[in-house]
């Protein structure tokens, strides 16, 4: 998958292993996370309609966005459904908030961040379900499938995104952007507390 590629090549770092071992041994606590951040990237995308209605082209773009995002919200509670896994709340990881306090307080640049962050969050997300749909053959066909079908439209978001990013900076954008993938490294690699759809991996004892 070309836009498979392109993410891959954009984002500073796969997936660490081990992230990827502890996803698959703690599937109620992936999805419903899952669960979190659909509802979360609808959010943001009607938040951002809300805020700046001057930017016409990118607020019909993000409707479309919020729609679908809303969708996947959707499937993802029907497999909650059928599997038994209930609603509960867990907390947020600290990837978000993480890229997010780098985001500059000032016009046009706080909007130019926003939406460089919405493209690195879309990119990750894009890349942990190719992850998980590799982990899951043989072990969960079925959820390494549906995350396998969410790959094109998580892309697409993450090029949305970037492209309406460059087009509010009227600008390069190379260096916010690098400064924000130097970020996200950290937040995917360094070990987290619990596991979360976005988090790096779980702190394990060493034996």
Same mark, same amino acid.
């Given at each position: 998958m070309?836009?498979?590629?392109?993410?891959i090549?954009?984002?500073?770092?796969?997936t660490p292993?081990?992230?990827?071992?502890?996803?698959?041994?703690n599937?109620?606590?992936?999805?419903?996370?899952?669960?979190?951040?659909?509802?979360?990237?609808?959010?943001?995308?009607?938040?951002l309609?809300?805020?700046y209605?001057d930017?016409?082209?990118?607020?019909?773009?993000?409707?479309?966005?919020?729609r679908?995002?809303?969708?996947?919200?959707?499937?993802?509670?029907?497999?909650?459904?059928?599997?038994?896994?209930?609603y509960?709340?867990v907390?947020?990881?600290?990837?978000a908030?993480?890229?997010?306090?780098l985001?500059?307080?000032?016009?046009?640049?706080?909007?130019?961040?926003?939406?460089?962050?919405?493209a690195?969050?879309?990119?990750?997300?894009?890349e942990r379900f190719a992850?998980?749909q590799?982990?899951?053959?043989?072990?969960?066909?079925?959820l390494?499938?549906?995350y396998?079908?969410?790959?094109?439209?998580?892309a697409r978001?993450?090029?949305?995104?970037?492209?309406f990013?460059?087009?509010?900076?009227k600008?390069?954008i190379?260096? *916010?952007?690098?400064?924000?993938l *130097?970020?996200?490294?950290?937040?995917?690699q360094?070990?987290d507390?619990e596991?979360?759809?976005?988090?790096?991996?779980?702190?394990?004892?060493?034996?």
């Amino acid at each position: 998958m070309e836009a498979l590629n392109e993410i891959i090549d954009f984002l500073p770092c796969q997936t660490p292993q081990l992230w990827i071992d502890q996803a698959v041994k703690n599937l109620s606590v992936l999805v419903i996370d899952h669960a979190n951040c659909e509802k979360k990237a609808a959010s943001t995308a009607m938040s951002l309609m809300y805020r700046y209605i001057d930017q016409g082209p990118l607020i019909k773009q993000l409707s479309k966005l919020a729609r679908e995002e809303l969708r996947h919200f959707e499937q993802v509670l029907e497999i909650m459904r059928d599997r038994q896994i209930d609603y509960v709340h867990v907390s947020a990881s600290r990837y978000a908030q993480g890229l997010r306090k780098l985001v500059r307080t000032h016009e046009p640049e706080k909007l130019t961040d926003t939406l460089i962050v919405g493209a690195i969050v879309e990119a990750r997300s894009c890349e942990r379900f190719a992850c998980l749909q590799q982990a899951l053959i043989g072990l969960d066909d079925d959820l390494g499938d549906f995350y396998g079908r969410l790959l094109a439209s998580e892309a697409r978001h993450f090029r949305l995104y970037l492209d309406f990013a460059q087009k509010v900076a009227k600008a390069p954008i190379d260096e *916010r952007v690098l400064c924000f993938l *130097r970020a996200e490294a950290a937040l995917i690699q360094e070990p987290d507390v619990e596991l979360r759809f976005h988090s790096g991996p779980m702190q394990v004892e060493l034996t």
